[in-house]
């Protein structure tokens, strides 16, 4: 009984030829060349939480951290718009000769700063 290699391409490099062809073609002939490589399995532990007071304050400072970001978004969004807002009315009431605009500005502007400012210097 006689052994027979087979020696035609199997469907997998007759494709994989194909993809290398037309990545040449492409201009990524380049970006085929990598490979992706997994290193050494690693041991994923569970964290260990002796108690509950701890998830508590981290759960605090979380909370907090967003709270603080949220109003320092909100104070630089109001302060830059009443900024701009403020120059506007300016530069209105230098041509115009009066500046009433400005005075109306700071009136609907200075109620909301108030507000937002009034958190950076609150003693409670």
Same mark, same amino acid.
């Given at each position: 009984?006689?052994?027979?290699?087979?020696?035609?391409?199997?469907?997998?490099?007759?494709?994989?030829?194909?993809?290398?062809?037309?990545?040449?073609?492409?201009?990524?002939?380049?970006?085929?060349?990598?490979?992706?490589?997994?290193?050494?399995?690693?041991?994923?532990?569970?964290?260990?939480?002796?108690?509950?007071?701890?998830?508590?304050?981290?759960?605090?400072?979380?909370?907090?951290?967003?709270?603080?970001?949220?109003?320092?978004?909100?104070? @630089?969004?109001?302060?830059? *718009?009443? +900024?701009?807002?403020? =120059?506007?009315?300016? %530069?209105?009431?230098? $041509? &115009?000769?009066?500046?009433?605009? @400005?005075?109306?500005?700071? *009136?609907? +502007?200075?109620?909301? =700063?108030?507000?937002? %400012?009034?958190?950076? $210097? &609150?003693?409670?």
């Amino acid at each position: 009984m006689d052994l027979v290699l087979d020696t035609s391409p199997s469907v997998y490099e007759v494709s994989a030829s194909i993809l290398e062809r037309s990545a040449i073609l492409l201009g990524i002939a380049d970006m085929a060349k990598f490979e992706v490589c997994v290193g050494d399995e690693f041991e994923v532990s569970a964290v260990e939480v002796e108690s509950i007071e701890t998830v508590l304050a981290l759960s605090t400072v979380s909370s907090t951290h967003r709270t603080f970001r949220m109003r320092e978004n909100l104070t @630089v969004f109001i302060m830059v *718009t009443l +900024g701009i807002s403020l =120059l506007v009315a300016t %530069l209105i009431g230098f $041509f &115009d000769g009066s500046f009433n605009e @400005v005075n109306a500005v700071w *009136t609907a +502007g200075g109620v909301p =700063l108030g507000f937002v %400012l009034r958190s950076y $210097f &609150d003693k409670g």
